[in-house]
């Protein structure tokens, strides 16, 4: 597989690790060529805002609002198709657990448009644990369409460890609200 790929990307945050003001913005076209031969469309987008924190400017609380959308030919194959589900995609749900299947066995979509809504803020005065409350919703799908919407509620903690960088630790856990048989 050989594809050739651009992004634009605007970003305007006030932290990559832990934002609470700005957004980003990634737009993407890539196209393969070869023994495969489809183009693919990426647009992701996320929104902070702080409404809430100390007049030192500590203890922010955050709403983060953002979203995923992705498309691609009949022609992709099913290891370049969409799949969601897992920790990093839509919490509540198996790693690959949304999209279609077939025989019980995830192919993936070729249409993709998911989206989260975070509430964070400190448990701690020194923000080394913080609590996220949160959902995610969307769908993946053979043909562009919202047939079958999916939603998820969940909550989490982040906890930096100074010794440890600046990245913190994320444990969610989530719910299915709405969910697809199989």
Not at 36 to 61: K, L
Not at 156 to 171: D, H, N, S, W
Request: proline share 6%.
């Amino acid at each position: 597989l050989s594809t050739i790929r651009t992004t634009l990307t605007h970003d305007t945050r006030d932290s990559a690790f832990l934002p609470g003001e700005g957004h980003k913005i990634d737009l993407s076209y890539e196209q393969a060529f070869g023994d495969f031969d489809y183009p693919r469309f990426e647009a992701e987008a996320r929104q902070y805002y702080t409404v809430r924190c100390r007049p030192d400017g500590g203890g922010r609380h955050i709403i983060a609002v953002g979203g995923q959308i992705g498309w691609t030919e009949d022609t992709t194959p099913i290891f370049e198709r969409f799949f969601a589900g897992g920790f990093q995609t839509f919490r509540g749900f198996e790693f690959r657990g949304l999209g279609p299947r077939q025989q019980g066995v995830a192919v993936g979509g070729n249409w993709m448009a998911i989206g989260s809504v975070e509430y964070m803020f400190p448990l701690m005065a020194n923000e080394t644990i913080q609590l996220v409350t949160f959902s995610d919703f969307g769908t993946v799908e053979p043909d562009t369409g919202f047939d079958a919407f999916r939603l998820s509620a969940g909550a989490g903690l982040r906890i930096t460890i100074p010794a440890m960088g600046p990245v913190p630790l994320a444990f969610d856990w989530a719910v299915p609200l709405i969910r697809e048989d199989g």
